[in-house]
């Protein structure tokens, strides 16, 4: 047992380590997270030159408590529509990937002779990818705009959902129990459910509680609740069994689909930070480096594997899904490193017992490296990946970019992908509430009354009815129900889901028949005419009730309305149209006040002529010019979509989004200020207008007033001729306009 003192004495000594690396990691210009990591190992009780003062329990309830934080960030940053939004091509991508990764590493660790659990949880560790190192790499090196960069936000939002799944597996597999092939589905499938239904329940009264609370949140009261919501998903995963990183991750997702979620996020910025650096010192702190030392081949043995299996799995996988030969190696060397939940994973085989001592060393010493190559290997993605496209045959990269041609052409709007779209997850979401009333009855309620009332057969069908009466407006929704986005469609796709219409029908006969077997299932047996004459009363209620659809509709917009509303705030940004063909991007660029475009048209400025992207749309202050015109002209902070490749729009961006020039920035503020300066009878700047003479430029000033002829002229108008005697009056680096003194002397 670990006591009050011992972990306040370990957190001080956590944070102040950390403290002092994030300044010295950031003065190095080198990821704060690798400094993290080799503060911990230095203070660590594995290393540290002082003894006995680091409690090594208390270090892993840190670096718990950091998990849970860590994850509640990372939701916020996940989001369900998200993963809804990421594409096939990402999808593909992490599929293949993962696929790829846990073979290579669990054949690896039977190759270098360790235990089936080791090399298990090997293959795992090395199939994700470290979501916090990536976008920090992204931002630090100003990729965001290239077009391989969605495709790798899009693979990591899919790893982090497969990770909680592999987290809730592994924990089933390690069990000591013997595991068989249907208890993993069934807990597989369980998972699903807890999600679907924590997301469901959470997106239709999360948003309303906050929307009715408003008022009173302020950025401390916000900050307070978001905490308490988080902490309380944490104690209802882990009551039904789950564990309190799977909770949190679950509350931050839920809150990211709210009005509020981009402010929570905000505000969660500071303490996800704080113990991110709590959690990755204290993984630090766990290093044993005698297991390094013995271990150095294997370690160097992982990273080259890591490095190399994570380019060929990810890269193929995007080569599969339609991407280009040179994006999919892009984001193969982007995704080569592991990261947060690969940590997770090697903490999980720690905790349960079933993996041997050295897997984690290890796997921290692989992530400290790769930690450490990911930002060089993602700047130069694109030297390497056109190295590599230049030595494969013609002949085979012909075939490429035939096949990305055909599968960047393939419709959308295909009848099967419609109709999953359309009707797929409104009856999987009513599916799970069926489930889940279904559930609270047998499981909560019936015993109660049996408890009170005795164990009669009234008492279960009283049960069956009342969980008949609650599914029945989602069972017609199942059954009968209309997406109410159907509408939306364009005629042809409508004509061909009409065309479709029969099996749509028969398929939800079935599943609803399905789910009323299962509801009477839980209070009597269907075989019995009993039971059949209740599941004839449940058809009825959910048919002709005239109740089921009017509730069901309320229930269903309040939903979409929770769902989209964040959507609706940020229409602007994010119901962008499909505008860029083939591998080419669709970028946006703010225009800077400093760039040589402003105030000039279109044709004047030759933008396509200069970089050979084209401007797609101008967006200023939310009013849109689609494909502009050539008399159309830039302003400050327009919001300009281009189309190009990556080295197109680069280009672009360092004509549109130009910092300000150095030489206009004063070295002494305080040398910025009024001063006079008077013209001699044989100044330069005689007879000239003011905004002609070049004084404005030479001091970085404006001449804001002349003193002439005992006359005191205010903000004088640029086209005044500047006379011999007259003092001027000037705001700007006063050093320059002494300088000028003293040639006008």
């Known amino acids: 047992m670990v006591h009050l003192p011992e972990l306040i004495r370990d957190l001080g000594i956590i944070l102040i380590t950390a403290a002092v690396t994030t300044l010295l990691f950031k003065w190095l210009k080198q990821p704060v997270v690798l400094g993290y990591l080799i503060a911990g190992f230095l203070v660590g009780p594995h290393v540290s030159f002082v003894p006995n003062v680091i409690d090594t329990k208390s270090v892993h309830v840190w670096a718990e408590i950091g998990v849970i934080f860590l994850l509640f960030g990372l939701g916020l940053e996940f989001s369900f529509k998200k993963l809804a939004k990421v594409g096939k091509s990402a999808g593909i991508a992490a599929f293949f990937e993962i696929l790829t990764m846990t073979t290579v590493g669990y054949l690896l660790g039977r190759a270098l002779g360790w235990k089936m659990m080791d090399s298990l949880f090997l293959g795992c560790i090395l199939s994700m990818s470290s979501t916090t190192i990536i976008i920090r790499a992204f931002d630090e090196l100003g990729l965001k705009a290239k077009g391989f960069v969605s495709l790798v936000f899009g693979v990591l939002i899919v790893e982090d959902l497969a990770a909680i799944l592999i987290l809730v597996v592994l924990t089933i597999i390690a069990s000591p129990a013997p595991v068989s092939g249907s208890e993993v589905l069934i807990s597989t499938l369980r998972l699903g459910f807890f999600l679907l239904l924590w997301f469901a329940v959470g997106i239709y009264f999360v948003p309303g509680v906050l929307k009715k609370v408003k008022r009173y949140l302020s950025d401390e009261t916000l900050l307070i609740v978001s905490i308490g919501l988080c902490l309380t998903m944490v104690i209802i995963a882990t009551q039904v069994g789950f564990s309190p990183a799977l909770g949190a991750f679950v509350m931050g997702s839920i809150l990211a689909e709210t009005k509020e979620g981009g402010r929570i996020e905000h505000l969660m910025l500071p303490v996800r930070d704080l113990f991110a650096a709590v959690f990755f010192v204290s993984v630090g702190m766990m290093i044993n480096p005698k297991i390094l030392i013995d271990n150095f081949w294997v370690v160097l043995l992982i990273i080259i594997v890591t490095i190399v299996g994570k380019l060929f799995g990810s890269g193929l996988g995007a080569l599969l899904s339609g991407r280009s030969l040179r994006q999919s190696m892009q984001a193969g060397l982007s995704l080569a490193q592991i990261g947060e939940f690969s940590f997770l994973i090697a903490a999980l085989g720690v905790s349960l017992k079933v993996t041997s001592d050295f897997l984690y060393p290890i796997v921290i010493a692989v992530s400290a490296v790769t930690t450490f190559t990911t930002p060089y290997m993602i700047k130069y993605s694109a030297q390497i990946s056109a190295w590599i496209e230049r030595r494969i045959p013609a002949r085979l990269h ?21 109709l999953l779209k359309e009707y797929g997850p409104r009856i999987l979401l009513n599916s799970v509430v069926v489930i889940a009333f279904a559930l609270i009855v047998s499981k909560l309620l019936l015993p109660k009354a049996v408890e009170i009332f005795g164990n009669h057969l009234w008492i279960r069908i009283a049960a069956c009815i009342l969980a008949l009466g609650l599914c029945a407006p989602f069972l017609r929704a199942i059954l009968l129900g209309t997406p109410l986005k159907l509408s939306n469609r364009p005629p042809e796709q409508l004509e061909q889901l009409r065309r479709l219409n029969f099996g749509i029908v028969v398929v939800r006969v079935i599943l609803g028949l399905v789910m009323i077997d299962f509801v009477i299932g839980q209070f009597v047996g269907i075989r019995t005419l009993f039971g059949i004459a209740l599941a004839a009363l449940g058809a009825a209620v959910v048919l002709y009730g005239r109740y089921s659809e009017p509730l069901y509709q309320s229930v269903e917009k309040r939903f979409l309305a929770n769902l989209n509303a964040n959507d609706a705030s940020n229409s602007a940004a994010t119901n962008k149209p499909v505008l860029a063909p083939w591998d080419a991007v669709l970028a946006e660029f703010v225009v800077s006040p400093h760039s040589p475009l402003v105030a000039h048209r279109l044709d004047e400025s030759d933008i396509k002529g200069k970089t050979g992207a ?21 302003m400050p902070f327009d919001r300009v979509s281009l189309i190009g490749n990556d080295e197109q729009l680069a280009l672009a961006r360092s004509l549109i989004e130009v910092e300000e020039p150095s030489s206009m920035e004063l070295t002494d503020e305080s040398a910025f200020g009024l001063d006079s300066l008077v013209l001699g009878k044989t100044s330069r700047f005689i007879g000239k207008p003011i905004r002609d003479c070049g004084l404005r430029e030479m001091v970085f000033g404006l001449i804001v007033g002349i003193e002439r002829d005992g006359q005191r002229i205010l903000n004088p108008d640029s086209l005044l001729n500047l006379q011999a005697e007259d003092r001027l009056w000037i705001v700007g680096d006063r050093h320059k306009i002494k300088s000028i003194k003293l040639q006008e002397a």
């Open 398 to 418: 012909d075939r490429l970019t035939r096949y990305e041609a055909v599968m960047s052409t393939e419709s959308e709007s295909a009848g099967l992908a419609m």
């Open 614 to 634: 084209t401007i797609a749309m101008i967006d200023r202050g939310g009013r849109k010019l689609l494909a502009p015109g050539r008399s159309a002209m830039l």
